[in-house]
């Protein structure tokens, strides 16, 4: 499947730029493959740059406020600089790299709510710089990720939302300014006890770090507080464990120590 967005730089005659990506499906730590095509238009230029960006919609919160942002998070630099003649075409094939923290956009083939990624492209001609529009992009969870996912559906929780919050996961090892919470509702077996399970996912190369949040009530994700849930996935023994009971035992553990009961 391929998605094409067609940007006019700088303005009427300029050049024109088309991003072509071979596959918009792509996992934490995996890569895209694709190419720009830059056409020149009705004058020659100097084109400093083409680049490429990962960006996210992030959640902001500042003093009482919160809003929400575009935000890159990663970002490949294509090209130096060239001459573009009139009409000229120039092909720039690419291979980006997919950070292993990357947020998840789909789920069983569904569109996780609140999601946004895409892909934009970026060139600079005389100092002005103009982006794409952004190319849609899929990111699949990792098998270790569907492996609590899986966990937790068969436990009776339902997909409520998800979405990606700026700020930092404390006691964990996090190189994005930003992270996702994939929000659940509880089923009738929990619901005394909890209102809301928020889960969130930083991948390594080595391992999966997996985040449960029950019942938030603020301040989990600053120093002083412990996530009850944190704990490490290794790739290679994830088909091992019984996760179903795993998370069934922590979730009842943590309930009955902030004492409720179900």
Same mark, same amino acid.
């Given at each position: 499947?391929?998605?094409?967005?067609?940007?006019?730089?700088?303005?009427?005659?300029?050049?024109?730029?088309?991003?072509?990506?071979?596959?918009?499906?792509?996992?934490?730590?995996?890569?895209?493959?694709?190419? &720009?095509?830059?056409?020149?238009?009705?004058?020659?230029?100097?084109?400093?740059? &083409?680049?490429?960006?990962?960006?996210?919609?992030?959640?902001?919160?500042?003093?009482?406020?919160?809003?929400?942002?575009? #935000?890159?998070?990663?970002?490949?630099?294509?090209?130096?600089?060239?001459?573009?003649?009139?009409?000229?075409?120039?092909?720039?094939?690419?291979?980006?790299?997919?950070?292993?923290?990357?947020?998840?956009?789909?789920?069983?083939?569904?569109?996780?709510?609140?999601?946004?990624?895409?892909?934009?492209?970026?060139?600079?001609?005389?100092?002005?710089?103009?982006?794409?529009?952004?190319?849609? &992009?899929?990111?699949?969870?990792?098998?270790?990720?569907?492996?609590?996912?899986?966990?937790?559906?068969?436990?009776?929780?339902?997909?409520?939302?998800?979405?990606?919050?700026?700020?930092?996961?404390?006691?964990?090892?996090?190189?994005?300014?930003?992270?996702?919470?994939?929000?659940?509702?509880?089923?009738?077996?929990?619901?005394?006890?909890?209102?809301?399970?928020?889960?969130?996912?930083?991948?390594?190369?080595?391992?999966?770090?997996?985040?449960?949040?029950?019942?938030?009530?603020?301040?989990?994700?600053?120093?002083?507080?412990?996530?009850?849930?944190?704990?490490?996935?290794?790739?290679?023994?994830?088909? #091992?464990?019984?996760?179903?009971?795993?998370?069934?035992?922590?979730?009842?553990?943590?309930? #009955?120590?902030?004492?409720?009961?179900?």
């Amino acid at each position: 499947m391929v998605f094409k967005k067609l940007m006019q730089a700088m303005g009427v005659g300029g050049p024109s730029v088309e991003t072509v990506l071979a596959n918009p499906n792509c996992r934490p730590g995996g890569f895209l493959e694709g190419q &720009v095509h830059v056409v020149g238009g009705d004058h020659a230029v100097d084109v400093e740059y &083409v680049a490429i960006g990962l960006m996210t919609r992030v959640e902001v919160e500042s003093g009482d406020s919160e809003y929400n942002t575009n #935000q890159e998070f990663h970002r490949q630099r294509l090209t130096g600089s060239f001459r573009l003649d009139p009409g000229a075409r120039y092909d720039v094939p690419f291979r980006f790299d997919v950070p292993w923290e990357t947020p998840i956009t789909e789920v069983y083939g569904q569109r996780l709510h609140g999601m946004t990624m895409g892909l934009a492209t970026e060139l600079e001609v005389a100092r002005a710089v103009d982006k794409s529009d952004l190319d849609a &992009v899929m990111v699949h969870p990792l098998p270790a990720q569907e492996r609590i996912l899986d966990a937790l559906l068969r436990l009776g929780f339902r997909f409520s939302k998800a979405d990606v919050e700026r700020g930092r996961v404390y006691g964990v090892q996090q190189h994005l300014p930003f992270y996702q919470e994939i929000e659940f509702y509880p089923p009738s077996a929990y619901a005394s006890g909890i209102n809301q399970l928020e889960l969130t996912f930083l991948a390594t190369p080595q391992h999966l770090q997996v985040i449960l949040e029950i019942d938030k009530r603020g301040g989990l994700f600053t120093e002083g507080h412990d996530a009850f849930g944190r704990f490490d996935v290794d790739y290679a023994t994830v088909d #091992q464990v019984d996760w179903t009971g795993q998370l069934d035992n922590w979730l009842r553990q943590s309930a #009955q120590r902030r004492g409720l009961f179900f």
